[in-house]
C-alpha cells in the first residue's frame, strides 16, 4: 500500500503525536510506502528548529518515511489565539505544498486535532480518489468548549457542522479511545465504520531505567511526585500545587513538574504565594529522556479538569506512566482511564478539585500504607501483555488493509 499520512503536529515535536512516527515507522517496516505531510516542527514552545526556518516547504526522510513540512506560523502552548492563526495558515500552505507530493495513494489518514488536518484530507482525498480514513484523538470543538480554552460561539458551532460533515464523508474512523467511539455512534454513525486503535506505548518507556536523573537534579534522598506533560487548559495542576502546601512538613517530599504551556505562569505565581519550596519546575525536557524521569519518580500523577467528556478520554501518557512501573494517582474519580488502572491492578483517585485527598493519598504512598511498589509492577506486566505500541500498530495495520481490500 501507499499511504499518505496528514498530521500537524509530527515528530521532533513532543506529546501523543509519537504514536503517528512509530505507528507509521512499523508500516514502513511491514513493507508498505509511507508519506507524511505535516508542518514545520514548533510545537509546544513556538520554537522552529534552525534548520527547518525560512522554508515554505522542507523535504526530509525518516526511518524511510517521506516527510513534507510544510510552512506554519509558530505558536508557543500559551499562545491560543496564535495557535488558531498557526491552523489556519497550515492549511493553505498544505493545500499548496500537497501537489507537489506526486503519486498515487491507495489510502490517506488524517490525524485531528486541530480540525484543519481532517479537511485537508477530505480535500485531497476527493481530489486524488482515494480513500479517506480519519483518526480522532480528541473531540473538536466539544472538548475546547468543556475544558474552556474555546468559548461557544458562531465559530465553534461553523467547526462542529464541518466535523460532522466530514465523519460522514470519510470511509472509516480510527477513534483512539472507547469514549470517542461511543460518542461517534451516539451521532448515529455506523459501527461498521468505527474502529478503536489504542496508543498503546513504545520498548523505549517499558524497558527504561532511571539514567542517573535523581544525581543530576539533586534528587537522590527525595520522595518524588512527578507529573510530565502540557501545563495547559485540560489539567487540573492548581490541585497539585495546594496538595504540596499540606506536605510541607515532610521535607523529603518533593514534586516535579516536567513541561511548558499557558498554565505554567499560574502554578509559579502559586508556589511563591504559598512560600512552598517543596515544588520544581524544570520545563520540557529531551524526549528521549522523559521515560528515564518517569522511571526515577517514586509517584506519577495526572488530573484532569472534571467535565463530561473526561469521562471517555484516555491521556496517552498514562501507557507512559504505566509502563514506568509507577503506582499513578489520577484526578478523575471515573471513567475509561480509571476503568483501565481498575483492570490493570488498582486505581488511585481523588476529586481533580480536592487537594486534601490528593495530599492524603501521597502520604499513604510515603508511609507505604498503600504498596506504590507492587502497584507499579501490575501497571508495568499489564502494559507487556496489552498494550505495546507493536501490538496496536499490528491491528492498526490489519485494519488499513481490510479497507484497502476491494
Known amino acids: 500500500m501507499r499511504i499518505l499520512f496528514i498530521t500537524q503536529h509530527f515528530p521532533p515535536e513532543r506529546g501523543a503525536v509519537r504514536r503517528l512516527y512509530e505507528f507509521a515507522a512499523f508500516f514502513k517496516k511491514a ?22 526556518r525560512g522554508k515554505f516547504l522542507f523535504r526530509e526522510e525518516m526511518d ?15 499562545q491560543p489565539r496564535k495557535r488558531m492563526l498557526g491552523f489556519i495558515t497550515f492549511l493553505f500552505s498544505s493545500l499548496i505544498n500537497g501537489f507537489r507530493i506526486k503519486g498515487k495513494f491507495d489510502l490517506i489518514l488524517a490525524s485531528s486535532p486541530p480540525v ?9 482525498s476527493r481530489l486524488r480518489r482515494t480513500k479517506l480514513i480519519l483518526e480522532i484523538r480528541d473531540l473538536q470543538p466539544e472538548s475546547g468548549e468543556q475544558f474552556g480554552n474555546l468559548k461557544k460561539s458562531l465559530f465553534t458551532e461553523l467547526i462542529r457542522r464541518v466535523m460532522r460533515f466530514l465523519y460522514r464523508r470519510a470511509d472509516h474512523i480510527v477513534c ?12 448515529d454513525l455506523p459501527e461498521d465504520r468505527l474502529t478503536t486503535i ?38 487540573s495542576l492548581e490541585t497539585v500545587v495546594e496538595a504540596a502546601s499540606h506536605l510541607t512538613d515532610q521535607k523529603d ?53 472534571d467535565v463530561p467528556i473526561t469521562k471517555g478520554t484516555f491521556p496517552c501518557k498514562l501507557f507512559e506512566y504505566m509502563a514506568s512501573g509507577r503506582p499513578i494517582i489520577f484526578g478523575s474519580r471515573s471513567g475509561e482511564a480509571t476503568a483501565e488502572l481498575e483492570k490493570a491492578g488498582g486505581a488511585l483517585t481523588f476529586a481533580s478539585k480536592d487537594a ?23 501497571y508495568h506486566q499489564y502494559i507487556r501483555l496489552h498494550h505495546t505500541r507493536e501490538k496496536w500498530a499490528g491491528r492498526y495495520l490489519d485494519l488499513l488493509e481490510k479497507i484497502n481490500t476491494p
Open 253 to 305: 517530599i518533593r514534586f516535579v513538574f516536567i513541561g511548558e504551556g499557558h498554565k505554567r505562569v499560574t502554578l509559579e505565581k502559586m508556589v511563591r504565594e504559598y512560600g512552598l519550596h517543596n515544588v520544581s519546575f524544570i520545563g520540557s525536557q529531551p524526549l528521549e529522556s522523559i521515560p528515564y524521569f518517569l522511571r526515577a519518580s517514586d509517584v506519577l500523577i495526572e488530573s484532569l479538569k
Open 116 to 124: 484543519t488536518s481532517p479537511l485537508i484530507g477530505y480535500i485531497f
Open 31 to 52: 513493507g508498505h510506502n509511507v508519506t507524511v505531510l505535516t508542518a514545520l516542527p514548533n510545537y509546544p514552545d513556538g520554537i522552529i528548529p534552525p534548520k527547518y
Open 176 to 187: 483512539v479511545t472507547e469514549g470517542i467511539a461511543e460518542w461517534m455512534r451516539s451521532i
Open 198 to 235: 489504542k496508543s498503546g506505548v513504545g520498548n523505549n518507556f517499558i524497558d527504561s531505567h532511571s539514567n542517573g536523573i535523581r544525581k543530576k537534579f539533586g534528587w537522590e534522598d527525595k520522595f518524588l511526585i512527578l507529573y510530565a506533560g502540557t501545563l495547559g487548559w485540560a489539567h
Open 356 to 378: 486534601q485527598e490528593l495530599a492524603k493519598i501521597v502520604r499513604s504512598l510515603y508511609s507505604k500504607k498503600i504498596d506504590g511498589e507492587n502497584l507499579g509492577k501490575k
Open 64 to 78: 524511510g518515511i517521506e516527510v513534507y513540512r510544510s510552512y506554519v506560523l509558530p505558536a508557543s502552548n500559551a
